[in-house]
């Protein structure tokens, strides 16, 4: 885990917070995200409500907040008639907007008699390939057979340049959905010479794989290999798969090694772990898209468990960091930050 992550974690008690959906709460305070930048659009319109929702998430305990720009692109910008300058200078305003956020949001905690926070660190938030297309491949991991890892570090390359000059603390790679784009990602980073330490968390639909089908196990070997990545893990991913997520990801694979002798049968085992680096978890909240309807279909049964009664378990599980992702809100971040850290106080 990379020093500053460990730090946090460590300070948090074992478990450090991440914050909430960020764009369900944009929405939640006005603005409309029914966009193609989706809620990267407030960067242009409205980016004193981003502000407010990283301050409600740092309120609500966060311990990690994530920059506003998972929708954020060069092309998208460009599309939308903006010059190169001016979407390079969104990307590094939305890094801006979360560290303003953080460092007022403490300035204030300080003030305070008895702290309860810790000093949040801000995350560059970037989104696949599949979120700049909004054409459900995000969820699907299927990009055509025209796309190829080449063509993925081309489309990431300079805006993770831009967002890791920005000063964020880490760079989150969100819901990445297939192996294809992992791929890349780690080269890139290493490419690039990223100094600034990185997560990479997949999406599930299914609880077992990634959205494209692909198995968690060939994809951890990949960021395994990668000093750049500092950690692991799943987000906007229904809750109720988490925890058998973690367990496969800590899963101890065991080789056994016969040998034998004239009488003798020596067995051995020889045991290791598909991923030691940390594991962040921030799942949605179980509602399914509709996007004929356009809306949003109810939580399904997840054995009546709330989403911070799950939380503890994730962190029983081998979880280093829990959050929430679309439609958790800061009442989620809430409720997750007491059971964690009230935990930590018995
Ligand atoms: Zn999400």
Not at 92 to 118: G, H, M
Not at 166 to 182: H, Q, S, T, V, Y
Not at 259 to 275: I, P
Request: net charge neutral; with cysteine; charged share 25%.
């Amino acid at each position: 885990m990379a020093g500053v992550v460990e730090e946090l974690v460590k300070k948090a008690g074992g478990c450090a917070v991440i914050d909430g959906g960020f764009a369900t709460q944009l929405e939640a305070l006005g603005a409309d995200i029914n966009d193609p930048l989706w809620s990267a659009a407030c960067l242009i319109t409205k980016p004193h409500l981003i502000k407010e929702v990283h301050m409600q998430y740092l309120e609500a305990g966060a311990d990690v907040i994530i920059s506003s720009s998972y929708q954020a692109t060069i092309p998208g910008f460009l599309a939308r008639g903006l010059l190169l300058e001016e979407a390079e200078g969104l990307l590094r305003t939305s890094v801006q907007l979360a560290l303003e956020a953080r460092d007022e949001f403490w300035k204030s905690t300080l003030r305070k008699s008895k702290p309860v926070y810790n000093r949040a660190l801000v995350a560059a938030s970037i989104g696949s390939y599949g979120a700049y297309l909004a054409d459900g491949s995000e969820y699907s991991g299927s990009y055509g057979d025209d796309v190829t890892a080449e063509k993925l570090k081309d489309f990431h390359r300079r805006r993770l340049q831009v967002l890791a000059t920005a000063g964020p603390d880490l760079i989150a790679f969100e819901a990445i959905p297939n192996k294809m784009e992992a791929q890349a990602l780690v080269e890139l980073l290493e490419e690039e010479d990223i100094q600034v330490p990185s997560w990479i968390c997949f999406s599930s639909v299914d609880g077992k794989h990634l959205c494209s089908g692909e198995s968690f196990g060939d994809c951890l070997q990949i960021l395994n290999a990668s000093e750049k990545v500092a950690i692991v893990g799943v987000n906007c991913t229904p809750p109720q798969f988490v925890e058998g997520i973690i367990r496969e990801f800590k899963q101890v694979c065991s080789f056994f090694l016969i040998f034998r002798n004239r009488k003798s049968k020596l067995l051995r085992a020889r045991r290791q772990q598909q991923t030691k680096k940390a594991i962040a978890v921030y799942p949605n909240s179980g509602e399914v898209w509709d996007g004929r309807a356009k809306r949003w279909l109810p939580v399904e049964c997840f054995g009546r468990k709330s989403f911070d009664v799950m939380a503890r378990r994730w962190q029983e599980a081998g979880a280093s960091l829990v959050g929430g992702c679309c439609r958790t809100t800061p009442s989620t971040i809430r409720a997750v930050s007491k059971a964690l850290k009230s935990r930590n106080d018995q």
